[in-house]
């Protein structure tokens, strides 16, 4: 797999001999005939429908850059020597290409609406020799989709954010690493407490619009789709509102900054529970307490648990019984079951028919706390009551 740089091929090189199907909707050849605009894994041609193929040429007549391309070499045949297909651009060229061909006006400077046979020979001088930036890559079809994911260049290894920055270049991402990979931005400290990850890195970045997506880290489709929404927007005043909202939420709810509250999914919680009305005073005491509760071996899950309300101990994972406490308890259990003749299960030898009588094995019975660990009972022997299987689950469902 090799990756070539150009820097040399202008607008007018790419849209020479452009052919667009008007029926299937979507741009077919250019560069003379050697540039297949549309492959099979590539998307259907979206701008026209979206609006956003003016936005295309206003960024040429700005200077603005496009953006990276990806074309990938096509094995040479007699016909077609050095022929590629793109393998990302081909909105952008097919915007370009529609352009050369009269098939819509763009307004000028002035706000007059100009076909690209209209505009003074100046402009389209300019815009003729607009030379794009394109990687040329050699490898299979297989090498070429598993690239496309993780795109390295120079040694370096993009991530997933850095990868769509580059994909989805334009106004939008401009403004918004301004603001969220920007790291002389004041904020970035006091992000710092709930955000995980590395300013420059785009991780700020990529949290933003997961929030503002309400998407999770595995998933990207929700995210890239943003960018390619808002692409050649320089409004970026939706992501902030929304990522300041979600920030602003957290330190008015949790008065007091721990470090268990770097990394957590703090939009999906904000989803949650951001309508729900706390006592920040009496939330920091939920917390205080839990924090100094040894049976809490999960910290990070208590942020969660008391936004919540505690329906949910699971979260803390709640350390159970030690092994020699539950074959203590049961020795005792058993021993005193055997001297009444009732079962060594005190809610079974509670019962008047069925295992009213019976002696469970150690391995039949699990440990449950006498006082509820939620009502304040410790886990230690004191507190520790051995119950059959079936009784122990009953419980445990109140
Ligand atoms: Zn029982």
């Known amino acids: 797999m090799n990756a070539v740089l150009r820097t ?18 979507k741009g077919l050849f250019g560069l003379s005939g050697r540039l297949v605009i549309q492959p099979e ?12 193929e003016e936005a295309v040429i206003q960024s040429v007549f700005k200077g603005y850059p496009l953006g990276l391309i990806y074309f990938n070499k096509v094995k040479d045949d007699e016909n077609a020597p050095g022929a ?14 529609r352009f050369v061909t009269e098939k819509f006006a763009v307004k000028d400077a002035d706000g007059v609406s100009q076909y690209y046979s209209g505009m003074s020979d100046e402009l389209r001088r300019k815009f003729d020799n607009y030379k794009f930036t394109i990687f040329i890559c050699d490898g299979t079809e297989s090498e070429i989709k598993a690239w496309f994911h993780t795109i390295n260049i120079a040694g370096i290894a993009l991530n997933a954010q850095e990868v769509a920055n580059s994909v989805y270049s334009g106004p939008f991402v401009s403004a918004a690493k301004a603001v969220f990979s920007n790291s002389s931005n004041s904020n970035i400290n006091k992000w710092s407490a709930y955000i995980r990850g590395n300013v420059i890195r785009q991780d700020f970045l990529e949290r933003a619009l997961q929030w503002v997506t309400k998407s999770s880290g595995k ?5 890239d789709e943003y960018m390619s929404r808002h692409r050649f927007d320089s409004d970026i005043s939706e992501l902030k509102k929304y990522f300041d909202g979600v920030i602003d939420w957290i330190s008015s709810v949790f008065k007091e900054l721990r470090s268990d509250m770097k990394g957590l999914e703090w939009g999906r919680l904000f989803e949650m529970y951001h309508n729900t009305p706390y006592d920040s005073k009496k939330i920091e005491e939920q917390v205080n307490k839990l924090y100094q509760d040894e049976a809490v071996t999960n910290k990070r899950g208590i942020f969660e648990y008391v936004l919540g309300g505690g329906d949910n101990p699971s979260l803390l994972n709640i350390r159970f019984f030690e092994e020699s406490v539950k074959k203590t308890v049961y020795a005792r259990q058993t021993a005193a079951a055997k001297k009444s003749g009732k079962s060594n299960c005190p809610d079974c030898a509670r019962e008047k028919s069925g295992n009213s009588k019976k002696i469970w094995e150690y391995k039949e019975m699990d440990a449950d706390h006498v006082t509820a660990w939620s009502k304040g009972g410790e886990s230690n022997i004191k507190n520790c009551v051995m119950l059959c299987k079936h009784h122990n689950q009953a419980k445990g469902n109140k």
């Not at 040399?8 to 909707?25: H, P, R, S």
């Not at 590629?84 to 290409?97: N, P, V």
């Open 41 to 52: 894994y590539q998307r259907n041609y979206l701008y026209a429908a979206n609006n956003m």
């Open 8 to 25: 040399d091929i202008t607008i007018k090189e790419i849209c020479a001999g452009f052919v667009y199907n008007e029926l299937e909707g």
């Open 84 to 97: 590629f297909e793109i393998l990302d651009g081909q909105q952008r060229i097919t915007s370009l290409g």
């Open 219 to 223: 998933d990207r489709d929700a995210v």
